[in-house]
């Protein structure tokens, strides 16, 4: 057995082995939420023509630099009508013109309907109430963006303006990075599926069900394997078949106990075990390897520590798989709320319930009572980080938060 | 034409006939991201016996309060094992014990493996090389949760650790509240579909993806009706045809044109409108009404416009349909960089790139060209919120951010 690593070295070897999944071509609207390996380019100037932004009349600006004004209307823009169609602007001539529409020749602003008035007995004109300025409710030819300019690029997540902004560039498919699938495996004799009443003794797999949902949430494509019984052939098996995919996430059979066998197990099958012991808590027998480009998570069967190494080290190695530039988010520092005492030695994760305040980000930890407290988990939204040689924190300290994907939702 | 609503009466005025959909029951994976409409309690004491928390040797504590203590093994307990069929602890005896399985009677602590030594010469022997006390290393039935202790309430937003203590107390589906279902209809005879090359003077229909894209990312099931032109008859049986479902979201075709026909339409199939102005900009047109208990956005046709209206109106709509307790989650209060300018009389909300840092959520808003800028959207992840009656702020000043939903994720 190796010596613990700290978090940092074993973030580093996670990192180091989880590859970058080739990219596909998906529609549009399932490319929300990942993440773009292509650069698109505006096909056109954006907009294409000078454009009223508003419902009124094309003027010549210098016409109507004072009010009131009568103007003589030529004719009426639609959205849609053709530029070249149009009737050039005349001195003291206007032409009614609705948002959308492109703006006629010589006119370079657009007076708003609610500025005008009819005139009486002379429905061949209009009166300009106020002043106009050149450029007033038009967008310009190129004012959002140039042909050819850059307007996303590889790396960029993928939210609904950026959808938008495909739409309008003539895109239906987007190339992103492939979701990897993951392949969840629970083990131990005592753990019971979900819908089973568990015997003396024995408990329900939560972990799968946890893992499961970590895994999708984090973007990654789902398989159950169920639950696998500490014997070497079942295991074996079924960790062959959670070898197929790009990910093997495995929770318990990785402590010190006489049934610990899923190291043993990865080992006979040729996963590369890279370290089987991280100075954190909770989750230090947290097991990582590889086998040609699948990783495989030992994770402890405890339900906290499950999720604390998901959140610390899957979900960075999902998130690189997809895409994303910046893997890993570095936590955001905020004041914490309540006390800390931990032993030194290991970094600790606390479950957190996080918000912002004017002064920055409050962190609360929430009361637990071990690292098999599978309801804390369900409280927070944040996971805040005490450094392995630190002993106590206080109230209004200022300490670490690792901001979950729900934040912002609860 | 009724007067405009501030934000905050619009707003109250949707929410108000957004109704909370009937729950559905749905698999316990796909509920991820969905709101409960029930209680879970626990169904039996968790953890449902005293449970060893690391691979080790239960003791009697009394025992081993001073150490080296030699003591004599009885047994060896894995996970899994029936507690009723467990030797009971005799002085100065220790049993072999696996991480998670039952304590036997009369044990009250747990030595770590990492504490102990063989005694050569007695393979039925242990040597504890370190002392314990009471409740080391064991989790005590009921220290997690008590049968029947609630631990999810109607309105919780199930995330991962959700779905551990739903598998945790035996269930398979939850029951959630049901996904609104959302039609989205452009609406202008400017517009091309996205697949097409414009011809002069036309545009594509960037809007509709846009609004199924955010409808989607809100929680709602989404359904493209294309684009309409804008033609009466056409119009109408388009609208018709979004209004079987629980939302239908029109863009365009409501400001003053002559040719913006989606009110009067709306208004002659029956849809009751309940305004049709609103103070804020971008997105002043913006008209809301009902049919029945289905919701009418009529968005700007302009996608900064669309874009705002929709985070501000349409996504909290949602969430209320969804069983969100808090469908409007409040602006955070953070810190401006840069300067914003706006004439008053409109709630300003400014395309803004948040991010957390010590000393607060710092706001930088984005340049942009206007309201049809629609690049600006893909670049922030938040939008700043400036007050009617404010015409300017400076860099440093507090201000409103209105976080949108991958804010963690930028």
């Given at each position: 057995m190796k010596k613990a690593l700290t978090v940092g070295e074993a973030l580093e070897s996670v990192l180091r082995v989880a590859p970058a999944l080739p990219p596909e071509d998906v529609p549009c609207l399932e490319a929300v939420g990942r993440i773009l390996q292509e650069e698109v380019r505006a096909?056109?100037?954006?907009?294409?023509?000078?454009?009223?932004?508003?419902?009124?009349?094309?003027v010549i600006a210098a016409d109507v630099a004072a009010a009131p004004r009568k103007l003589r209307v030529l004719e009426e823009i639609a959205a849609g009508s053709d530029p070249a169609r149009l009737r050039p602007l005349q001195p003291a001539c206007a032409s009614r013109i609705m948002t959308g529409a492109?703006?006629?020749?010589?006119?370079?602003?657009?007076?708003i309907v609610e500025d005008s008035e009819p005139v009486p007995g002379d429905p061949g004109a209009v009166l300009a109430k106020a002043a106009v300025r050149s450029g007033d409710n038009?967008?310009?030819?190129?004012?959002?963006?140039?042909?050819?300019?850059?307007?996303?690029?590889?790396?960029?997540l993928l939210g609904p303006a950026e959808i938008g902004v495909l739409a309008a560039c003539g895109r239906t498919r987007a190339r992103v990075g492939?979701?990897?699938?993951?392949?969840?495996?629970?083990?131990?004799?005592?753990?019971?599926?979900?819908?089973?009443s568990p015997s003396p003794g024995r408990i329900r797999n939560s972990n799968g069900p946890l893992l499961l949902a970590l895994a999708r949430q984090a973007g990654a494509t789902v398989r159950d394997l169920g639950i696998v019984g500490d014997r070497r052939e079942a295991l074996g098996a079924a960790i062959e078949r959670g070898l197929e995919g790009d990910i093997l996430a495995?929770?318990?059979?990785?402590s010190m106990g006489a049934y610990d066998l899923v190291g043993e197990t990865l080992r006979s099958l040729?996963?590369?075990?890279?370290?089987?012991?991280?100075?954190?808590?909770?989750?230090?027998?947290?097991?990582?390897?590889?086998?040609?480009?699948?990783?495989?998570?030992?994770?402890?069967?405890?339900?906290?520590?499950?999720?604390?190494?998901?959140?610390v080290f899957g979900?960075?190695?999902?998130?690189?798989?997809?895409?994303?530039?910046?893997?890993?988010?570095a936590p955001v520092r905020g004041i914490l709320r309540g006390a800390v005492r931990q032993r030194p030695g290991r970094t600790g994760y606390y479950q957190t319930r996080a918000r912002l305040s004017e002064g920055g980000c409050v962190a609360e930890i929430l009361p637990t009572s071990g690292s098999a407290?599978?309801?804390?988990?369900?409280?927070?939204?944040?996971?805040?980080?005490?450094?392995?040689?630190?002993?106590?924190?206080?109230?209004?300290?200022?300490?670490?938060?690792l901001l979950l994907e729900d934040f912002a939702d609860r």
């Open positions: 096909d056109a100037d954006y907009p294409p023509f000078d454009k009223s932004l508003m419902d009124g009349y094309a492109p703006l006629p020749p010589a006119s370079d602003a657009v007076l038009v967008a310009r030819r190129g004012g959002d963006a140039r042909r050819g300019e850059v307007l996303l690029s590889p790396g960029d492939r979701r990897p699938s993951l392949a969840v495996l629970a083990t131990g004799d005592e753990l019971v599926e979900p819908d089973r495995l929770s318990g059979g990785v040729g996963v590369e075990i890279l370290f089987d012991r991280v100075a954190i808590k909770p989750g230090r027998p947290f097991t990582f390897g590889t086998r040609d480009r699948t990783l495989v998570f030992g994770c402890p069967g405890n339900p906290v520590s499950t999720y604390v190494i998901f959140q979900r960075p190695a999902i998130r690189k798989m997809i895409g994303f530039a910046d893997p890993s988010p407290d599978f309801v804390s988990c369900a409280r927070g939204n944040a996971l805040a980080v005490v450094p392995a040689e630190v002993a106590s924190m206080q109230s209004g300290d200022a300490i670490d938060i």
